[in-house]
């Protein structure tokens, strides 16, 4: 599993902008803009500039933001440097031009650019708590300000937001926070607000979709055999209250788990429609960077104990509206949120559900409404790569009512994310493979589950026993573009490689965007068909995408542009592993060996320490010894690989940065338990 890792967000109580030249710094959103349109930055690039920005005009040396951005490491001094390079491409920066770094020779670096900042606070509730602090008063908010203020505040709070970037600061009015002891009449008047905020939330939605929801338009067929496509938008929160912020990714994160059962339709996955949190949607544009022909846009309101969801599906060809309606619903009942609306899509899309698709379908099993809400909170952080506080929301969900599968499912994700992202290593691979191992004991056919738990057993060496899992899944749904992903990622484990490619392809087919954030079509490169490897990767500046680049280009002994992608890839994310083996490639091609083999040493040190268990890229730290003529080393990881799960003979025997081995007594004892091991996984699964 590899992905790139987002920096912890800053805390979701306040929303602080920092504006300077065409440039805005969103601390929510966790991006640049500049004229309200996002800037690349990989998340320590961010982190560096918002470190700056917050202390305009002071000079900060350069032990105080090493400090400050790798506080439980030691770095050297010239990852520092990379990062202010970054930061003066970022800017617009050439040269001499001094408008927002200046260089303090020998200390530090100082922001010159003057800094407008200011904040966007959310209105509070009576009660209202961070979960971290007060878990138990989780969902008890008290309601709505009442009187003249309320109406200015809700005149305010619902406005159609602005581009990211460009959206104005309306501070709560001083003295209209309601009281704790808020009398009956009060908490009656409190409803009037919320039947405004219907009427706005239409509004507001006709805005976005650019045009007036008037009439139920009828189902709109899709034209060919394959299923439908559908994209599910993060939930717009038109309170804006923080406190319920997360329920506008994670009610949505629900329908599209819901919907998974259902053949005749792929949903796009929420990791590819979570950038669309709090934005001002443009229909087409959107519908063409997610490649899909129906998208369900929606807005949630809450008020107390009270919520209503509005929502609207739209055949993007047609401009129509298959559906549009709302639920009002106590807030008790969040869980009937997903029913109802996936069973309205498959209405609006006229779906025909097969038997079994229709069984699984059914209501979810009663909930916990405390536990079910911390699940929520729990999806929500870790779509933001917050791992150990959504480890937190979910533990503590398990515990008040560990009857709840997705809880489990979900847990294991977190599990497994920290493992891989944030070095967890084993101890939480084990918690992982537990809490894979609970969801399925209460729920065997959920398919989420069996993806997620078969692609932690592929990382972990286990993959004779994913594939069952997958096939399983895809018997269930033949259209799960994420099944079909997986099932070639194992596949390639054991060296099936034209079968992990025409897996692959399947789900690039059902979903042009699988996986392409995080991980590359492997066996072409296995098969030694270069051309067709690098045709297929995205088109992207991320550094795990440009490693690739440079190997496929490595492989093709294209020195210059590998050695071109590969310095990228190092220059954005050093601490990565693959940047790292990338570089190391890069050293040989100037004989500088030695240098290459000690960044080796450093990165098999780091594994070992964090006992990350990927063998296929820990193969990539072999074949950089192997290219780098450390025979031991090389030859030492290849065991570590085989034995683990990464065995693909069909590619070892070919694979040219193995050269150097193929004299060594040892290489052909490793290749023979490689063919062995191989022809076994295809007697069984071929």
């Keep these: 599993m590899n992905s790139s890792k987002r920096s912890p967000r800053e805390s979701t109580e306040t929303r602080q902008f920092y504006e300077f030249g065409p440039f805005v710094l969103d601390t929510v959103q966790h991006l640049l803009l500049k004229d309200g349109e996002p800037v690349g930055l990989t998340p320590k690039t961010y982190d560096a500039l918002l470190v700056l920005a917050q202390n305009s005009g002071r000079m900060l040396s350069k032990e105080d933001l090493m400090s400050a951005l790798w506080p439980d490491s030691f770095v050297e001094e010239s990852n520092l440097t990379q990062q202010i390079s970054m930061i003066r491409k970022a800017l617009g920066e050439t040269p001499g031009d001094d408008r927002y770094i200046v260089t303090v020779p020998g200390r530090g670096y100082r922001f010159a650019a003057p800094v407008r900042s200011w904040s966007e606070v959310p209105v509070e509730t009576a009660g209202e708590r961070h979960p971290e602090l007060v878990p138990e008063k989780l969902g008890n908010e008290g309601g709505l300000r009442v009187g003249a203020e309320s109406d200015k505040v809700l005149h305010m709070e619902l406005r159609v937001p602005a581009p990211i970037g460009r959206q104005e600061t309306h501070p709560a009015p001083s003295g209209s926070a309601p009281s704790a002891l808020q009398t009956k009449s009060d908490r009656t008047r409190g409803r009037r607000p ?18 007036v929801l008037r009439h139920r338009a009828p189902g709109v067929r899709p034209s060919s055999s394959e299923p439908r496509s559908l994209a599910i938008l993060p939930f717009e929160n038109l ?18 788990t819901k919907l998974g059962y259902v053949s005749s339709l792929t949903v796009r996955p929420s990791s590819a429609t979570e950038k669309y949190r709090d934005q001002v949607i443009d229909i087409r544009k959107v519908a063409a960077d997610l490649e899909v022909d129906t998208l369900l846009t929606g807005t949630f309101f809450r008020d107390g104990d009270e919520l209503r969801i509005t929502s609207q599906l739209v055949d993007v060809k047609s401009q129509k509206i298959l559906w549009k309606g709302s639920f009002d619903r106590k807030y008790e009942r969040l869980l009937t949120v997903q029913d109802d609306v996936a069973h309205q899509i498959i209405n609006g899309l006229e779906l025909n559900l097969s038997a079994a698709e229709a069984a699984r379908l059914k209501p979810e099993l009663p909930v916990d409404p405390m536990a079910y809400e911390y699940y929520l909170r729990g999806v929500d952080l870790d779509a933001r790569n917050e791992f150990p506080l959504a480890i937190r929301m979910l533990e503590k969900s398990t515990e008040i009512d560990p009857r709840y599968a997705p809880t489990w499912a979900q847990l294991g994700r977190s599990y497994s994310e920290a493992a891989s992202f944030q070095f967890g290593g084993g101890e939480q691979y084990e918690k992982a493979r537990a809490a894979y191992e609970r969801a399925l004991s209460l729920e065997p056919d959920r398919i989420e589950t069996k993806i997620h738990m078969a692609n932690l057993l592929t990382d972990t060496g286990r993959v004779e026993e994913a594939i069952p899992l997958l096939r399983d899944a895809i018997k269930t749904n033949p259209n799960h573009a994420d099944a079909h992903w997986e099932l070639g990622y194992a596949y390639r484990h054991g060296g099936m490689l034209e079968e992990s490619v025409k897996e692959c392809e399947r789900a690039r087919e059902l979903d042009p965007g699988v996986k392409v954030n995080s991980s590359a079509l492997n066996s072409y490169l296995y098969l030694g068909e270069y051309d067709q490897f ?13 490693f690739y680049r440079g190997f496929g280009e490595y492989n093709k002994r294209d020195w210059p542009a590998a050695t071109a992608d590969f310095a990228r890839a190092f220059e954005l994310e050093p601490t990565l592993l693959q940047a790292q083996v990338g570089k190391a490639l890069s050293l040989a091609t100037t004989h500088e060996n030695a240098t290459g083999l000690a960044m080796l040493k450093k990165a098999e040190a780091k594994v070992q320490e964090k006992k990350v268990a990927d063998p296929e890229a820990i193969y990539k730290i072999a074949q950089a010894y192997s290219v780098l003529d450390d025979k031991g080393s090389a030859l030492r990881l290849l065991r570590y690989c085989i034995d683990n799960g990464f065995f693909p003979y069909s590619y070892f025997r070919s694979d040219p940065l193995l050269d150097n081995l193929r004299a060594q007594p040892e290489f052909a004892r490793l290749m023979e338990t490689a063919h062995q091991r191989e022809d076994a996984f295809r007697a069984r699964f071929a």
């Design 194 to 211: 919320l039947l405004i905020a219907a009427v706005i939330a239409g509004l507001g939605a006709a805005a976005v979709l650019g045009y």
């Design 239 to 256: 309170r804006r209250d923080a406190n319920s912020a997360f329920l506008g990714f994670s009610l949505a994160d629900a329908v599209v």
């Design 534 to 546: 690098l045709q297929s990767l995205p088109q992207s500046e991320l550094p795990f995408i440009l």
